[in-house]
């Protein structure tokens, strides 16, 4: 649909502060009505303050600026009328479905109540129309899904409910912030083709709240770009992506992975093989019978030495699950797990524990992996306690100091302290190098890498891209990288295994299968991305 010129939205000179706080500085921007527009940044830049600055929901914000919607200005409006603002002419569809809906009743009654609210609806009504709501929104068997609950819902069919809540009153301005980042790429384009019509068929303008670019490009007609509360980059999106002006705009286009994957000899032997693996889960159907489930089902794979194997999938495909029964940590694995000339999945007490601190584990979210009561020098020493003791502790903590050394976290890089600070005192990409401090003091000879960046802004992700690059070079570490993100896979692993319902549909060479899948999910999961290969090739 071809944006109306006048515009719906008008932000001038827009400052939220939250005491001595500066979260947004003087930002200026206009969406027109049927105009879709994104505002993106790394975390920290403002874009979700924003956002919520304009429904006025930041309490013990200072607010100043201009917010000028349909000629009304929101930042003097009486709070009655706000109210009857929101949901009603500007509707907001959060991140994270689950804390956006109410645990504790049906997803047609959280509907219904927005209809009732702002339409006048009697309850009967507002129900048949929740219905047809769930039903335009790609809900199967509406009539009987209104009466869940939000946990009988997979990811995609709650933020699904949650677009069809924000819908009901058919918005003039839909405020959408990060509504895909924690679906599974192939949701994650259902649901913004389904944004997509809605928007043309309702007229409606979105402004777009991410950090995902090939999002943006592929989605919005313009694109605002935040650094540190300030907008300091706006523009046809094709012109700024093509051209970009400002020094962080530039910065941001570069942090696209880019491959840096070393050749390996094709006598370099295998390190770690796996043969039938399975992981069956039971539970009871009904009172006279359990049915079983395959998370993992008769899975074969094997890494050599320096490779690095990428695994993909969807949420439930089974790729953690396979990557904890190599470790021996599911108690219902069954298959051969051999470390080098050594089997590991019969192996118990000593013998076990010796043959897994060859093999480390780096997890999703480095706040939640790491011990907030523990400083970073308790926490990276922990495995030299446990594996190494013949260490003395001036020894341990030199060990400890040259390994944060090696991932970019000593005094020598500017961080001060480091061994008595605590998680919460680093960024995101420093606790993510903790992480990795962590696994690597032990001397690993392999790296499982479950969704390590998933978690990161886009140069801190290529920050640590490039760390565990280097290291596979210097040290010859192998690594299983498990990854939704497909340019990412793209950029770090020599070989792709991809998985669906526990089992492997299709493996193969990197360059090989992404140029040339053969089967149909593998097909479906790229043309889910549509990422520019070439930027990443």
Known sequence: MTPHPAPLLQVEALDVRFGATHAVRKASFQIAAGEKFALVGESGSGKSVTALALLRLMHGAQIGGRILFDGQDLTVLPEDQMRALRGARIAMI????????????????QIAEVLQLHAGMDPKAARQRAIDLLTRTGIAD????VDDFPHQLSGGQRQRVVIAMALACKPSLLVCDEPTTALDVTVQAQILALLDELQAEMGMALLFITHDLGLVRRFTHRVGVMERGLLVETGNTEAVFADPQHPYTQKLLASRPQRAVQPLLVQTPELLQGRGMRVEYHRS?????????????GVNLAVRRGETLGIVGESGSGKTTLSMALLALQPMAQGDVHLGKQRMDTARGAALRQ?????????????????PRLTVGQIVGEGLSLHRLELTPAERELAVLKVLDEVGLSSRQ????????????????????IAIARALVIAPDLLILDE??????????????????????RHGLSYIFISHDLSVIRAMAHRVMVMRHGRVVEEGETEALFAAPREAYTRELLAATQYDWERCA
């Not at 509406?142 to 899904?145: G, M, Q, V």
């Not at 159907?285 to 089902?297: G, I, Q, S």
């Not at 060859?358 to 011990?371: C, I, K, W």
């Open 94 to 109: 959060f991140q994270e479905p689950m804390t956006a809906l109410n645990p504790v009743f049906p997803v047609g009654s």
């Open 414 to 433: 500017g961080v001060d302290g480091v061994l008595h600070r605590y998680p919460h005192e680093f960024s995101g990409g420093q606790r993510q190098r």
């Open 142 to 145: 509406a009539e009987r899904r």
């Open 452 to 473: 390590p960046t998933s978690a990161l802004d886009i140069s801190v992700q290529k920050q640590v891209l490039e760390l565990l690059a280097e290291l596979q070079r």
């Open 355 to 371: 043959l897994r601190r060859r093999v480390q584990v780096v997890f999703q979210d480095p706040f939640a992996s790491l011990s």
């Open 285 to 297: 159907a009904t009172w006279w019978r359990r049915e079983v489930n395959a998370a993992v089902d």
